[in-house]
């Protein structure tokens, strides 16, 4: 029979687990973001295939944050790694 203690360290242990994997899918999502929304637009320039664009619904959530300048000048640097712009 585990004691009450045990039991509170495996309980700390798994929000811990779950809270690293949180941390980490997040860190991750928004360091994708840039790559990912730049090869959108350029291939929609290349192709002149709106289609591309559908790509800003995956980061949708970080686009609605608006004017948010460490994500906007991310995005910006992947941008003009590819030589291309964003729609508008």
């Given at each position: 029979m585990e004691t009450a203690p045990s039991k509170t360290r495996e309980g700390i242990a798994r929000i811990t687990h779950w809270l690293e994997a949180?941390?980490?899918?997040?860190v991750l999502y928004v360091l994708?973001?840039?790559?990912v929304l730049a090869i959108g637009f350029w291939l929609r320039e290349k192709t002149n295939w709106?289609?591309?664009?559908?790509v800003m619904w995956i980061y949708a959530p970080l686009l609605m944050w608006g004017h948010?300048?460490?994500l906007e000048t991310y995005v910006g640097w992947w941008c003009k790694l590819f030589n291309t712009v964003g729609p508008g």
């Open positions: 949180f941390v980490v899918f997040t994708s973001s840039g790559p709106d289609g591309f664009y559908s948010w300048e460490p």
